[in-house]
């Protein structure tokens, strides 16, 4: 090769690779595989090691190596970052008020002050201050565990780098890092002059901005910020959600100014009117708007279920719609078997974003509203929600009504609908294959790296299928022993198209981080039918362990009546329909193969006691008669923050019976089996609140 053509060769390699690096590192998004990568750079050293003065300062030689292998450091949130339930019709708020006031044993019209706001559509951020200066930012990541954005925070002009000394020792603020649509639009611009990847909208430009390696790009990017939650708090500035947002305000914080405080379900509605109507007129995108009771206290009381708080809930806007064509209808096969009908769309725009599948729910939905294939059907997308199909605007020529398939398209068995206790039919029709059905299979596979349960980063749903169809991996065991077959049978990972040494070492390392997990994250990720993660958390403190649940799990099928099954179903939170899954689940010797196969590579650990010094932490407690100073839901949400197991009937395993007045049946089963019995208010003295 002569020096004209190499350096020719130079100049285009450390084009392409400064090209590939501002995809890896600015946009989040790689352009070639790692392979690719380190080839093109092999290239480039090679060519530099022959002619030295290629080796410029700005060569991408001298840039600092491949990816590191986490981008950010982790940030375990003292407090867990939480997520809202959601209300979509004012009858759901209603709903929320109701709840509220049953929880709490108030009166149907009594007055509860609640909070206003407009929900962000953002991402969700946590300020940590320790003697007045911010000394941590953490993204949300899965609500336990998120990323250390700090260096990037702090080129953010809307957070304060200090407090004022009004300010405690140590304060979380939680609140919304978004972008302004003019300066998203802005941003767009400069994007396309520089002939770089345009954002699809202002929260993803913010995610893109925020979750920079290099902080002076973010620096560039103008972010901002609202305040509206906090994390772990010892000393706030208020004793209402009104109060302490006035308070971080005072700090100078940025917070919201359409907040409001409301005392009835009209007001909040007039409120979210308002809100609503003033959306497009506002220079931030909003989703909805954010309710939360304003008293603290009782915020305490109503406390939290599975992952959001009882005291807030998000009013969402309604949804938007537009007319395309339906081009085709695909089942897909779900974990449990459900066939699923899809809408194959003509894309279309609908809020912003380009639809292209829609779901069409179940056989009776197709049946109730006729949609054929070729419609032109009305389609809707509220938020994040999965678009849907409203109704067929007109009809396709020469269509005719959908025949629901009526056996498996991935494995050819029958397809049925269950019949359930009602005597009606079952609205979904599920696959009878169990696991010789492919589908269920690889589903199976998905929710079991999935985020809420073994959450392997790595492998997503496309590599999960992937990795199936190539038989790398075919049930949950063989994800931990990848990396020791890696290379055995097939071709090693690192050489596979799309990997390259390093992300398959990232893959290997979330894996092993993985060999440990919480019993609940473990049942969870069993993709039992029925067992979700609240039913998975409420197991996982029954039974304490994998081997107990599985041993009292098959013990309990062995008969259709004994101490096992008793046990199981006196657990509170645990149905008939739900207990009958887990037997049904034991029951299957392939379902127990997996499950002991699994307990050869990794270990559950069990759930830390909730107080573990509480004095009923460990307990079963049993709760009958009337409660006067809380209702049934608020003893057992209480109990079970004291660590304590609440069942639903007497047996000699319960420890203690708290009975009110017109206590019947299950104080004399107490007397039977010997079991303590105290009243409320001995109730309250026991647990030291009084
Ligand atoms: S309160 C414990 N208020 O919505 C609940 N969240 O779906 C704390 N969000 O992750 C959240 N605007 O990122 C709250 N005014 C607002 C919000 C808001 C946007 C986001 C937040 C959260 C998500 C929950």
Same mark, same amino acid.
């Given at each position: 090769m002569n020096r004209a053509k190499a350096i020719a060769e130079h100049a285009l390699l450390a084009e392409q690779l400064a090209a590939h690096d501002r995809a890896y590192y600015q946009a989040d998004e790689p352009t070639v595989s790692d392979a690719e990568y380190d080839k093109l750079r092999l290239r480039l050293l090679a060519l530099e090691k022959e002619y030295p003065h290629l080796a410029k300062a700005n060569s991408p030689s001298k840039r600092v190596g491949a990816a590191p292998l986490e981008k950010f450091g982790k940030v375990t949130h003292a407090v867990p970052m939480l997520s809202l339930a959601n209300a979509f019709a004012d009858e759901d708020v209603l709903e929320f008020l109701g709840r509220v006031r049953r929880f709490l044993n108030l009166s149907e019209d009594a007055s509860v002050a609640v909070t206003a706001e407009p929900k962000i559509d953002g991402l969700s951020l946590s300020l940590r201050y320790e003697n007045r200066k911010l000394v941590q930012a953490a993204t949300r990541g899965d609500g336990a565990e998120g990323e250390n954005v700090t260096s990037n925070v702090f080129t953010v002009k809307d957070v304060p780098q200090t407090l004022p000394a009004s300010a405690p020792d140590v304060v979380e603020v939680r609140g919304e890092i978004y972008m302004s649509n003019k300066d998203f639009a802005a941003l767009n611009e400069k994007q396309i002059q520089a002939g770089e990847k345009t954002f699809a909208n202002p929260r993803n430009a913010a995610a893109g901005s925020l979750r920079q390696l290099d902080p002076t790009i973010t620096a560039a990017r103008p972010l901002r910020f609202f305040a509206y939650a906090w994390g772990e708090a010892p000393k706030l500035p208020g004793a209402t959600q009104w109060d302490v947002v006035q308070g971080f305000k005072a700090w100078g914080l940025p917070v919201n100014?359409?907040?409001?405080?409301?005392?009835?379900?009209?007001?909040?509605?007039?409120?979210? !009117?308002?809100?609503?109507?003033?959306?497009?007129?506002?220079?931030?995108?909003?989703?909805?708007?954010?309710?939360?009771?304003?008293?603290?206290?009782?915020?305490? !009381?109503?406390?939290?279920?599975?992952?959001?708080? !009882?005291?807030?809930?998000?009013?969402?806007?309604?949804?938007?719609?537009?007319?395309?064509?339906?081009?085709?209808?695909?089942?897909?096969?779900? !974990?449990?078997?459900?066939?699923?009908?899809?809408?194959?769309?003509?894309?279309?725009?609908v809020g912003g974003v380009v639809v292209s599948n829609a779901t069409l729910h179940n056989e009776d939905e197709i049946t109730r509203k006729d949609v054929r294939i070729g419609d032109t059907v009305i389609i809707q997308r509220a938020g994040d929600v999965i678009p849907q199909i409203v109704s067929v605007a007109s009809r396709g020529a020469g269509s005719v009504p959908y025949e629901f398939p009526k056996v498996c398209p991935a494995c050819g068995s029958h397809a049925e609908r269950e019949e359930k206790a009602s005597g009606k039919s079952d609205a979904v029709r599920r696959c009878t294959g169990g696991l010789i059905c492919p589908a269920q299979r690889v589903e199976r596979l998905k929710h079991f790296a999935s985020r809420n349960a073994f959450d392997i980063e790595g492998l997503g749903d496309k590599i999960v299928e992937e990795f199936y169809a190539d038989g790398l991996i075919m049930s949950p065991q063989d994800i931990f022993t990848l990396e020791q077959r890696d290379g055995r049978s097939l071709k090693k990972l690192k050489d596979r198209e799309g990997w390259g040494a390093s992300s398959v070492a990232n893959l290997f390392a979330a894996i092993t981080a993985r060999r440990m997990i919480a019993l609940d994250r473990f049942i969870f990720a069993l993709g039992i039918r029925h067992v979700g993660e609240t039913t998975a958390r409420v197991l996982a403190r029954s039974y304490g362990s994998a081997t107990v649940l599985r041993d009292q799990m098959k013990l309990a099928a062995a008969s259709s009546e004994n101490d096992a099954r008793a046990e199981l179903t006196a657990i509170d939170g645990i149905g008939d329909v739900v207990a009958e899954a887990l037997i049904q689940f034991f029951d299957e010797p392939h379902n127990v193969d997996i499950f002991d196969g699994l307990l050869k590579e990794v270990s559950p650990q069990p759930l830390a006691a909730v107080a573990a010094s509480s004095p009923v932490s460990g307990k079963t407690v049993v709760f009958t008669g009337a409660l006067e100073r809380m209702t049934r839901e608020e003893a057992k949400a209480m109990a079970e923050r004291l660590g304590a197991k609440v069942a639903g009937s007497v047996s000699k395993k319960t420890d203690l019976l708290v009975a009110g007045p017109g206590a019947g049946s299950k104080l004399k089963d107490a007397k039977k089996f010997g079991v303590e019995v105290i009243d409320e208010a001995a109730w309250f003295v026991r647990i030291g609140a009084q």
């Amino acid at each position: 090769m002569n020096r004209a053509k190499a350096i020719a060769e130079h100049a285009l390699l450390a084009e392409q690779l400064a090209a590939h690096d501002r995809a890896y590192y600015q946009a989040d998004e790689p352009t070639v595989s790692d392979a690719e990568y380190d080839k093109l750079r092999l290239r480039l050293l090679a060519l530099e090691k022959e002619y030295p003065h290629l080796a410029k300062a700005n060569s991408p030689s001298k840039r600092v190596g491949a990816a590191p292998l986490e981008k950010f450091g982790k940030v375990t949130h003292a407090v867990p970052m939480l997520s809202l339930a959601n209300a979509f019709a004012d009858e759901d708020v209603l709903e929320f008020l109701g709840r509220v006031r049953r929880f709490l044993n108030l009166s149907e019209d009594a007055s509860v002050a609640v909070t206003a706001e407009p929900k962000i559509d953002g991402l969700s951020l946590s300020l940590r201050y320790e003697n007045r200066k911010l000394v941590q930012a953490a993204t949300r990541g899965d609500g336990a565990e998120g990323e250390n954005v700090t260096s990037n925070v702090f080129t953010v002009k809307d957070v304060p780098q200090t407090l004022p000394a009004s300010a405690p020792d140590v304060v979380e603020v939680r609140g919304e890092i978004y972008m302004s649509n003019k300066d998203f639009a802005a941003l767009n611009e400069k994007q396309i002059q520089a002939g770089e990847k345009t954002f699809a909208n202002p929260r993803n430009a913010a995610a893109g901005s925020l979750r920079q390696l290099d902080p002076t790009i973010t620096a560039a990017r103008p972010l901002r910020f609202f305040a509206y939650a906090w994390g772990e708090a010892p000393k706030l500035p208020g004793a209402t959600q009104w109060d302490v947002v006035q308070g971080f305000k005072a700090w100078g914080l940025p917070v919201n100014p359409l907040m409001v405080l409301c005392h009835s379900a009209d007001e909040l509605l007039a409120h979210y !009117r308002l809100i609503e109507s003033q959306r497009a007129s506002l220079d931030y995108d909003i989703d909805g708007v954010v309710y939360k009771v304003n008293d603290l206290a009782l915020q305490a !009381r109503l406390g939290f279920v599975s992952r959001s708080p !009882r005291w807030a809930i998000a009013h969402k806007f309604s949804a938007e719609q537009a007319t395309t064509v339906l081009e085709a209808i695909d089942i897909q096969v779900g !974990r449990t078997g459900a066939l699923t009908p899809v809408a194959r769309l003509k894309p279309v725009t609908v809020g912003g974003v380009v639809v292209s599948n829609a779901t069409l729910h179940n056989e009776d939905e197709i049946t109730r509203k006729d949609v054929r294939i070729g419609d032109t059907v009305i389609i809707q997308r509220a938020g994040d929600v999965i678009p849907q199909i409203v109704s067929v605007a007109s009809r396709g020529a020469g269509s005719v009504p959908y025949e629901f398939p009526k056996v498996c398209p991935a494995c050819g068995s029958h397809a049925e609908r269950e019949e359930k206790a009602s005597g009606k039919s079952d609205a979904v029709r599920r696959c009878t294959g169990g696991l010789i059905c492919p589908a269920q299979r690889v589903e199976r596979l998905k929710h079991f790296a999935s985020r809420n349960a073994f959450d392997i980063e790595g492998l997503g749903d496309k590599i999960v299928e992937e990795f199936y169809a190539d038989g790398l991996i075919m049930s949950p065991q063989d994800i931990f022993t990848l990396e020791q077959r890696d290379g055995r049978s097939l071709k090693k990972l690192k050489d596979r198209e799309g990997w390259g040494a390093s992300s398959v070492a990232n893959l290997f390392a979330a894996i092993t981080a993985r060999r440990m997990i919480a019993l609940d994250r473990f049942i969870f990720a069993l993709g039992i039918r029925h067992v979700g993660e609240t039913t998975a958390r409420v197991l996982a403190r029954s039974y304490g362990s994998a081997t107990v649940l599985r041993d009292q799990m098959k013990l309990a099928a062995a008969s259709s009546e004994n101490d096992a099954r008793a046990e199981l179903t006196a657990i509170d939170g645990i149905g008939d329909v739900v207990a009958e899954a887990l037997i049904q689940f034991f029951d299957e010797p392939h379902n127990v193969d997996i499950f002991d196969g699994l307990l050869k590579e990794v270990s559950p650990q069990p759930l830390a006691a909730v107080a573990a010094s509480s004095p009923v932490s460990g307990k079963t407690v049993v709760f009958t008669g009337a409660l006067e100073r809380m209702t049934r839901e608020e003893a057992k949400a209480m109990a079970e923050r004291l660590g304590a197991k609440v069942a639903g009937s007497v047996s000699k395993k319960t420890d203690l019976l708290v009975a009110g007045p017109g206590a019947g049946s299950k104080l004399k089963d107490a007397k039977k089996f010997g079991v303590e019995v105290i009243d409320e208010a001995a109730w309250f003295v026991r647990i030291g609140a009084q």
